[in-house]
């Protein structure tokens, strides 16, 4: 039996991959939601879109711990580890925050994601809340556009050894905390020596992540199909410590060389704590996240409303 659910797995994944490298229509079955639990309302969301996976023929399945804090309990649910093999696609009800925690989980999986916005801004949880009934049923269908999300790998050496690792869709960053002076750090690439820089910190993001807190920090947008890495120090003491944009294939070492209460976060939702003379690395993962968004999407529209540009200011 154990055999068998191998099999099936690994022929589920292998389907998935083919139909993503062929650009063909992914074969869909079974559904999981995974809400923000937090989110007043959630859980009237959660039943509505389950309902509508259900009109249109498809199996409606909920994320354990989503189930959990919001109570619901006519849902058939499962465990994010069981999605493997199970679960053809997953829905995601929150805020970007939420699709960057469930994404680290599913990458590597060929299991694509929908994001339904109930946050802020939005740029990954792209369909409004009130264009559920229009597009999803669709999406469903077959009727969507793909979207193929890197990710950064990285780990904290110390002493010589791996003392922690961890996965990101936006970014790594190295800071320092709000009761500490700056960090001073040790940049290489590909074993080159870069820079010493003293600075509050040092992002490296993706692509993805070039729209988070690199671009607070001055760093450049980065299309989403773009094959780079962006570095962007935050607050730098030489103010020609400016944001670059490596190649993908760099592999990056950061050695914290000074500074005190020094910590490293993955998407800003996990973390490290850093000693003097640690290293963390980071590299492009293997791994992908899988997005889809509805047929007509346009990056630059979602840049445009997200970032409000085009916007002119008035006279009053």
Known sequence: MVYLNIVREMS???????????????????VALVGKFQAEGVDRILENVARIILENGFNAYLESETAEQTGLQSIPTIKVDDFAGKIDIVVVIGGDGTLLGLGRRVAGLNIPIIGINMGRLGYMTDIPLNEIEVHLPAMLNGAYELDTRTLLESQVMRDGAPAHQGTALNDVVVNRSSRSGMVEL?????GSFMYNQRSDGLIVATPTGSTAYSLSAGGPILHPRLAG????????HALSNRPIVLPDDAFISIEITGGRDVTVHFDMQTLAILQTGDRVTVKKSPKKVILLHPVGHSEYRTLREKLHWN???TNS
């Open 311 to 313: 916007e002119y200011p």
């Open 12 to 30: 589920l994944w292998f389907n998935r991959r083919m139909s993503i490298e062929n650009n063909s229509p992914l074969p869909f079955s079974n």
């Open 186 to 190: 040790t940049v290489e690439v590909n």
């Open 229 to 236: 890495i962006v570095l962007a120090p935050v607050s730098p």
